[in-house]
């Protein structure tokens, strides 16, 4: 009977524990400044746009929304064509990614701007209610 009671109990603990982790451990965690800072820790003003699509591919969790004028991901391409598709990029202004997606329908997604040479001006963070 005692040992039902302990294993029951450590069940709902771990439960209980990797809830916690999951929420502190969120992207959407935070306010949008909150969010910004951490993202320009990340990739700060200034960082060319392939090290900025580096970091967001390294990335699993995140997912990019649009690249304007079109974006297909590295891993579509064959490996002679990577380079010569990574100066086409450096032409384009925005990536926009999103970071994450919270228990009650609250998503976080960032746009990173850059200049008309391929660095770095600027990162929006929005947050909206995504049913």
């Known amino acids: 009977m005692q040992k039902s009671i302990i294993i029951i109990l450590s069940v709902v603990a771990i ?10 451990t969120n992207p959407v965690r935070g306010t949008e400044e909150q969010i ?3 993202t320009l820790r990340i990739t700060p003003v200034g960082t060319n746009i392939e090290e900025v699509l580096e970091i967001i591919e390294s990335n699993r969790r995140w997912k990019i929304l649009n ?3 079109g974006w297909v991901p590295l891993s579509s391409l064959p490996e002679s064509e ?13 990536i926009q990614v999103v970071l994450g997606r919270s228990l009650f329908f609250m998503t976080v997604d960032v746009l990173w701007e ?6 770095l001006i600027d ?8 049913i």
């Open 15 to 24: 439960v209980i524990l990797t809830i916690a982790i999951s929420v502190l």
């Open 36 to 38: 910004r800072e951490r």
């Open 67 to 69: 690249f304007p004028r």
């Open 82 to 94: 990577i380079q010569a598709f990574k100066r086409e990029r450096v032409q384009m202004n925005a």
């Open 114 to 119: 850059f200049d008309e040479d391929g660095y």
């Open 123 to 130: 990162v929006r963070v929005r947050r909206y209610v995504s």
